[in-house]
């Protein structure tokens, strides 16, 4: 079993940036994937990023290549999302997710974990 918690979001103005972090418990959290997803209102959950449990290899989605970086820091138990250059279109419910298999996928049904999420607010 794994336990996920958000924190690092919020408001920002548009070009602005943000750090949100990952707190997980469970001792399989560092052997396996996790990834960031998001949900605007109306819309259906949406892959942002994605890294394997060791952090050797990652995974973007097109819509946040080269602006989003993710991380992890297994001594901490911790991973990490950084979101430079914020547009208004990245507005959402942003959820952490621990999956139960090491390779980094995209989809949501690979990941059997989640947290309760961090709202991340762009403003124009």
């Known amino acids: 079993q794994v336990q996920l918690v958000e924190s690092g979001g919020g408001l920002v103005q548009a070009g602005g940036s943000l750090r949100l972090s990952c707190a997980a418990s469970g001792r399989t959290f560092s052997t396996t994937a996790t990834a960031w997803f998001r949900q605007a209102p109306g819309k259906e959950r949406q892959f942002v990023a994605t890294?394997?449990?060791?952090?050797?290899?990652?995974g973007y989605a097109d819509s946040v290549e080269g602006r989003f970086t993710i991380s992890r820091d297994n001594a901490r138990n911790t991973v990490y999302l950084q979101m430079n250059t914020l547009k208004p279109d990245d507005t959402a419910l942003y959820y952490c997710?621990?999956?139960?298999?090491?390779?980094?996928?995209?989809?949501?049904?690979?990941?059997?974990?989640w947290g309760q999420g961090t709202q991340v607010t762009v403003s124009s």
């Open positions: 890294i394997s449990g060791g952090g050797e290899r990652t």
């Open positions: 997710a621990s999956s139960r298999y090491s390779i980094p996928r995209s989809t949501p049904d690979d990941y059997a974990y």
